[in-house]
């Protein structure tokens, strides 16, 4: 009896001893072929292949996971390679409706676009004002509520936020596929805001000439 008391006491000494402290010694892993694993290293030759390359090329019609399976949406083109007149109404309904979606457009648009298209739209931000007083004019952004980008398809707005146009590089690093989707509808509800102040402005000036 008095060596199983011994032998516990020594354990529990033992197990003491290893919780908390640091140790020069190797820690004690009983398989050694899940601490241990045989990999290789970025670019690392591997002869297993008959390319030896260690980096796998990517299976033929594979997609990342954060890309959306149908191709319409990620690239806002149809099969026959057309832009996509309208914002896909699935997307719209998966995202809450219109409303919804418009308020994560305006969120969005406010942290990528207004620095250079301006809160409004009018292609005055801060970067263009910049720009402008500098002489390079070719870095001014263009205004959303010019009549050519009103008629533009929807797509054609995403696949330029997508790719980028001219001096504007793309974005599709940095917001995700359904967040440019909401941008592009939040420009088409600036694009209607701005046009009813200009209606209303007109009215008004036509009133006074009268």
Not at 42 to 63: L, N, W, Y
Not at 152 to 163: C, E, F, K, L, R
Not at 168 to 188: F, Q, S, T
Request: charged residues 25%; proline residues 6%; glycine residues 8%.
């Amino acid at each position: 009896m008095k060596r199983v008391l011994l032998i516990l006491v020594a354990l529990e000494t033992l197990a003491a001893g290893c919780v908390g402290t640091e140790s020069k010694e190797p820690p004690i892993v009983g398989i050694r072929n899940m601490y241990q694993q045989p990999r290789y290293d970025t670019q690392e030759k591997k002869p297993f292949f008959a390319d030896q390359r260690s980096m796998r090329p990517k299976p033929e019609g594979s997609v990342s996971r954060e890309m959306e399976p149908a191709l319409t949406w990620a690239t806002g083109r149809t099969a026959d390679d057309a832009y996509i007149m309208e914002v896909p109404a699935q997307l719209i309904a998966q995202r809450g409706g219109t409303e919804a979606l418009v308020e994560r457009g305006q969120d969005r648009y406010n942290i990528y676009c207004s620095p250079c298209h301006s809160y409004s739209g009018n292609g005055k931000g801060m970067v263009s004002r910049r720009a402008d007083q500098l002489g390079a004019a070719g870095l001014v952004a263009p205004t959303f509520h010019d009549d050519r980008l009103r008629h533009v398809p929807d797509g054609q707005i995403y696949a330029t936020i997508t790719n980028g146009v001219r001096n504007m590089p793309g974005y599709a690093h940095n917001i995700p596929i359904d967040d440019r989707w909401a941008i592009v509808l939040y420009v088409r509800a600036l694009q209607l805001s701005q046009a009813r102040q200009a209606a209303a402005t007109d009215a008004t000036e036509t009133e006074r000439v009268q």
